[in-house]
């Protein structure tokens, strides 16, 4: 198991950038994919962004070239870079560390866009 601690979080107007950070209590390098998802109110979590140890990335069509995750194996973290904000970008954000067979969750960080 692992403990995922979110920060970066914030409040941003619409066009603005945010970047999130997602430290691991131990190294994530054996970690199958790392990912970042979103719950807004009254919606179910989605897949934002993924991230396997390999370095493939997968992203939701509402974030492609707008968001960008990334991983720092040494410093058991993963980043989503999120640029041109829009106001349904709004929720909190989860990350998420995929063994295959299990699940780990951090707490969330929560982002409001303001139009």
């Known amino acids: 198991q692992v403990q995922l601690v979110e920060s970066g979080g914030g409040l941003v107007q619409a066009g603005g950038s945010l970047r999130l950070s997602c430290r691991a209590s131990r190294s994530i390098f054996t970690i199958n994919a790392m990912g970042w998802y979103r719950q807004a109110p009254g919606k179910q979590r989605e897949m934002v962004a993924t991230i396997t140890n390999r370095g493939s990335t997968n992203y939701a069509d509402s974030v492609k070239d707008r968001f960008t995750i990334s991983r720092d194996n040494a410093e058991n973290t993963v980043y989503l870079q999120m640029n041109n904000l829009k106001p349904e970008d709004t929720a909190v954000y989860y990350c998420?560390?995929?063994?295959?067979?299990?699940?780990?969750w951090g707490q969330g960080t929560q982002v409001t866009v303001s139009s």
């Open positions: 998420n560390a995929d063994y295959g067979w299990r699940a780990d």
